[in-house]
């Protein structure tokens, strides 16, 4: 669903990520961690076509999305950490805007469908002054999911959730990946990546520093298959060895 080639994001004189290549299949989820700095969301918003690639490849869904980002982009979500909402638009004028977006038909029972499942029954009239923090933010990932994105990249999604918020999103991305979307998700909690993610890319300086399922990356480290090191562990000792 999504292919990555030789990736790289110069800002200036700021390498920010150098030469990432990865695949992500259909229904499957790839956390993306990495210290601060790391290339992160630089990679993200490359992936999404939002931030223009210094070289390589993004392909979503067989479209290349330099040469057809309108095919790409139908195909995707991307949902940042801060939820960028219209003043002006309700509730339910923001689902009725990105319906018409994307040209979604028939697009109330499924907007009804995701107000319920982010807890925003009630709030159809609201204003984004007049949501919190969170419920922005689930306004925010209501959007994203209406078009059934089959690739969807998603940049600490779980920020501003109260722990009952981030049990539910945690079964929606499940959901999502079960019904075939590819999911990559960049965080820095890493107990949640552990528990969502099938393989986790770690990028240190912009570039890959381990690639794999949490037990390829445990025996690529420790050459121990089997070992117990949990993902903070592994992580710790990844990162501080990439250091220059
Ligand atoms: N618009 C920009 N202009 C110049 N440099 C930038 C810009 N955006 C990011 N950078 C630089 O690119 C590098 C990677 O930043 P990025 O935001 O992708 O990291 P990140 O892994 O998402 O970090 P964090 O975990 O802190 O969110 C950093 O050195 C940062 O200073």
Redesign the pocket.
């Known amino acids: 669903m999504l292919k990555v080639e030789a990736l790289e994001?110069t800002?200036?004189a700021?390498?920010?990520?150098q030469g990432l290549n990865f695949r992500v299949a259909p229904g499957e989820v790839l956390g993306?961690v990495?210290?601060?700095?790391?290339?992160?969301?630089?990679?993200?918003?490359c992936l999404a076509g939002i931030?223009p690639v210094s070289s390589g490849r993004v392909v979503v869904a067989g479209h290349d999305m330099a040469q057809s980002p309108v095919e790409a982009k139908q195909t995707l979500a991307f949902l940042p950490?801060e939820p960028r909402l219209f003043e002006y638009l309700t509730v339910w004028e923001h689902l009725n805007f990105v319906a018409r977006l994307y040209g979604v038909e028939d697009w109330e029972p499924p907007a009804r469908a995701l107000l319920a499942e982010m807890e925003l029954e009630g709030k159809e009239r609201a204003l984004p002054g007049e949501l919190s923090r969170g419920m922005k933010q689930k306004l925010s990932i209501a959007c994203g999911f209406l078009h059934k994105p089959r690739l969807i990249l998603l940049?600490?999604p779980l920020t501003g959730l109260d722990p009952l918020g981030i049990r539910r999103m945690k079964i929606s991305l499940r959901e999502r990946a079960e019904r075939g979307a590819a999911l990559v998700l960049?965080s820095?909690l890493l107990p949640l990546v552990e528990e969502l993610c099938h393989r986790i890319l770690v990028?240190a300086g912009?570039r890959a520093v381990a690639l794999g399922s949490l037990a390829e990356i445990r025996a690529q480290l420790t050459g121990m298959e089997g070992g117990s090191a949990s993902l903070e562990e592994l992580f710790i000792r990844i990162t501080s060895a990439s250091k220059p």
């Open positions: 994001k800002y200036g700021v390498k920010a990520v993306l990495g210290p601060n700095g790391a290339g992160k969301t630089s990679t993200l918003r931030l950490d940049d600490e960049s820095h990028i912009g």
